[in-house]
């Protein structure tokens, strides 16, 4: 049977325990897209991988590869780029296990993404850097990124019903329309998003490069941003965008909600 040999960049979405001494990870490399590996002898205190299988690490591997095969062989790993030092922040580090969510829920095997796998690098690194009034505002600018490296992006600048500006207070987003809707089109076939919020996710789409000092301020209201685009990756994603991560910051948001009132 053919094998190929591989030698990419990856990022590491998923790493587990296989068996007594070895180690089951999925990474998301830059030339072959999403790949399952296993690595013998990973869990030994001498192991050649070290702590190159460690999750959200950036490493370079050595795999062979058969097309017959669900799990590959990892031959070689070395550590590029050890995991982001999130510390006990509670939302940066359920950010970003979401991000990682999202590119193993909607990418298939063997399709690579360079621009993916750039924003995934780069979410990694800025959730370490941002101030935290703008944690979110940059995974929403990941979201969007994502959207638009699969070929997804939402319409936010023009009712896509009528094509007109969207000039009234109150708006209308619908995943199954592609994106905003004007008051007049949108009765009763979206969720109601104030236009502020639908304003700064257009000022986001529009970033090409995210810097520490590009993100605009965001918007007091919060929850419909979030909502819209997480129906929107569910819509699209036929429900694989469905991010546990965030379910688990939304019931820690509400708690801290609770404690307040
Ligand atoms: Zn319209």
């Excluded at 031959?75 to 006990?88: Q, R, T, V």
């Excluded at 810097?211 to 129906?231: C, V």
């Amino acid at each position: 049977m053919p094998r190929t040999i591989i030698k990419t960049k990856a990022i590491v979405l998923r790493s587990r325990r296989m068996g007594e001494t070895s180690r089951m990870a999925t990474l998301f490399t830059e030339d072959v897209g999403k790949l399952k590996v296993t690595a013998k002898g990973a869990r030994r205190v001498k192991s050649k991988f070290g702590s190159g299988l460690d999750l959200m690490a950036e490493v370079h591997v050595v795999c062979y590869v058969r097309d017959t095969r669900d799990l590959q062989t990892l031959s070689e790993c070395h550590l590029l780029h050890p995991p982001p030092s999130l510390g006990s922040d509670l939302e940066r580090f359920s950010l970003a296990n979401a991000a990682l969510e999202l590119i193993e829920g909607l990418t298939i095997e063997g399709e690579p993404n360079e621009r993916l796998y750039a924003c995934l690098r780069g979410v990694l690194d800025g959730l370490i850097e941002v101030e935290v009034d703008q944690v979110e505002s940059l995974f929403w600018y990941y979201q969007l990124r994502v959207l638009d490296a699969l070929g997804y992006s939402p319409e936010l600048q023009q009712c896509v019903g009528c094509r007109r500006d969207l000039t009234d207070s109150w708006l209308w987003f619908s995943p199954a329309q592609g994106g905003s809707l004007c008051a007049a089109c949108g009765q009763g076939v979206g969720m109601r998003i104030p236009r502020e919020s639908l304003t700064f996710l257009t000022r986001l789409q529009s970033l090409r490069t995210y810097s520490k000092a590009s993100l605009p301020p965001a918007p007091q209201r919060r929850g419909e941003i979030r909502t819209a685009l997480n129906t929107f990756f569910d819509y699209h994603g036929s429900g694989r965008g469905s991010l546990r991560s965030l379910h688990f910051l939304e019931s820690l948001r509400r708690d801290q909600s609770a404690l307040k009132t």
